[in-house]
């Protein structure tokens, strides 16, 4: 069964400290995804990448970076984590642009304390 | 960005009952998606709709593209408490490299 896999289901971290959130596609799939979800919000993109090690900025990239050194890895870093970035953060992938549906993985419930 | 407006927010029903969900935009897009969402998973996807008019059936589910490609809806039949859950509508653009915009969502509960 192809999947996205996140690394983590719950993670709590402290304020100050740097996060790497890791996301693993076993699809071959071209294109990938970070969005947080947050209640009445929805889901906002943070960052997505088309190609190894090429990344694009999403509608909330502040305080977000990503890293794409293989095609099925895709990891989101909390430079600096602060309580406002305690939320759900799902990875995605799709196998290219032109509105092909996205494989989620499960979620990283993060809680920054 | 694109807006989509998805209504209502929340819907709670009997089982048995049959429902519409509604997905809203004033653009126009090339494709529409549906997702289900149950809580603490991620979304899964259940259908794409491409063409102007479009229906397709999953089993009870019904999904409808409008024919202005600005639109589309969601019909369940006899819902059942399987079907709790948040849908999502998301639409992609007409061209060029773009992400999915996606709707804040339906949450459906459906009681016994």
Redesign the interface.
């Known amino acids: 069964d192809v999947k996205?896999t996140q690394s983590s289901r719950y993670l709590v971290k402290r304020t100050g400290e740097k996060v790497f959130l890791e996301c693993v596609q076993d699809m071959d799939h071209e294109n990938m995804?970070w969005y947080r979800q947050d209640p009445?919000?929805?889901?906002r993109?943070i960052y997505?990448s088309?190609d190894v090690k090429m990344k694009e900025k999403?509608?909330i990239p502040e305080g977000y970076s990503v890293s794409r050194e293989k095609k099925e890895r895709f990891s989101l870093i909390l430079e600096s984590a602060s309580t406002n970035q305690t939320s759900m953060y799902?990875c995605?992938s799709s196998l290219r642009?032109?509105?092909y549906?996205?494989?989620?993985?499960?979620?990283t419930?993060l809680t920054v304390v | 960005t694109q807006l989509l407006e998805q209504s209502p927010q929340f819907l709670s029903i009997q089982e048995g009952e049959n429902l519409t969900v509604y997905c809203n935009s004033s653009s126009v897009f090339s494709s529409l998606q549906w997702y289900r969402q149950e809580p603490g998973e991620g979304p899964v996807l259940l259908v794409t709709v491409v063409t102007g008019g479009e229906v397709k059936k999953l089993k009870r589910l019904t999904f409808q593209f409008g024919d202005a490609r600005k639109d589309s809806s969601l019909h369940i039949t006899a819902a059942q408490p399987g079907d709790t859950g948040l849908y999502l509508c998301a639409g992609a653009r007409l061209s060029g490299y773009s992400t999915l915009t996606f709707g804040k969502g339906t949450m459906l509960l459906v009681s016994p």
């Open positions: 996205v995804f009445g919000l929805g889901l993109l997505f088309y999403g509608d799902l995605a642009q032109g509105g549906g996205y494989t989620f993985g499960s979620g419930r």
